[in-house]
T-cell receptor, first 113, second 111 residues
Framework: EAGVVQSPRYKIIEKKQPVAFWCNPI?????LYWYLQNLGQGPELLIR????????DSQLPKDRFSAERLKGVDSTLKIQPAELGDSAVYLC???????????FGQGTRLTVV | QKEVEQDPGPLSVPEGAIVSLNCTYS??????FMWYRQYSRKGPELLMY????GNKEDGRFTAQVDKSSKYISLFIRDSQPSDSATYLC???????????FGPGTSLSVIP
């Protein structure tokens, strides 16, 4: 069974440019998470979806970040415009439901120059 | 003060050693505690999951939670080079609440 698939694996962009990350969760998983992981730190939750509904987006910087999960399956996370401080690994995770084990993808490593 | 704290290491041990990884937390509402393992350039994977205080054993791994002192430990017996990774401890208030991660401890097991 395929795990959580994220793309791209690596992305280098200039500051002020837009960037988008894509996540395909494990089939049948209703809950999807986006996390931010800075170097030497643990993941920090940005947003959690239950099916297509964003139920916890309190940590998402809404002035520049947006996310969507159309049809309750795949999800995209967008940053516009990117800033130097956005350089980090963006992790997607999914779980069957909100109180079951979450499985992480390999992440997208973003470098803003 | 971060809600979950860990010594970042790096911790280096010889193969076969017993490893002790420790973590403290400040949120007394935490009831669920987790240890994740994260290999380089990979996402974290759940290693151990415990509820409230007590011990839980799974193969070579033992997790201990002491809620009175807000202290979490992970013991690895007969450590192997394949155990070399970053170990993240985490806590949450309920089984479906936001999980708060520590910064991780980097472990190297030397053959």
């Amino acid at each position: 069974e395929a795990g959580v698939v994220q793309s791209p694996r690596y992305k280098i962009i200039e500051k002020k440019q837009p960037v988008a990350f894509w996540c395909n969760p494990i089939s049948g998983h209703n809950t999807l998470y986006w996390y931010l992981q800075n170097l030497g730190q643990g993941p920090e939750l940005l947003i959690r979806y239950e099916n297509e509904e964003a139920v916890d987006d309190s940590q998402l910087p809404k002035d520049r970040f947006s996310a969507e999960r159309l049809k309750g399956v795949d999800s995209t996370l967008k940053i516009q415009p990117a800033e130097l401080g956005d350089s980090a690994v963006y992790l997607c995770a999914s779980s069957f439901q909100k109180n079951t084990e979450a499985f992480f993808g390999q992440g997208t490593r973003l470098t803003v120059v | 003060q971060k809600e979950v704290e860990q010594d970042p290491g790096p911790l280096s041990v010889p193969e076969g050693a017993i490893v002790s990884l420790n973590c403290t937390y400040s949120n007394s509402a935490f009831q669920y505690f987790m240890w994740y393992r994260q290999y380089s350039r990979k996402g974290p994977e759940l290693l151990m999951y415990t509820y409230s205080s007590g011990n839980k054993e799974d193969g070579r791994f033992t997790a201990q939670v002491d809620k009175s002192s807000k202290y979490i430990s992970l013991f690895i017996r007969d450590s192997q080079p394949s155990d070399s990774a970053t170990y993240l401890c985490a806590g949450s208030k309920t089984s479906y609440d936001k999980v708060i991660f520590g910064p991780g401890t980097s472990l190297s097991v030397i053959p």
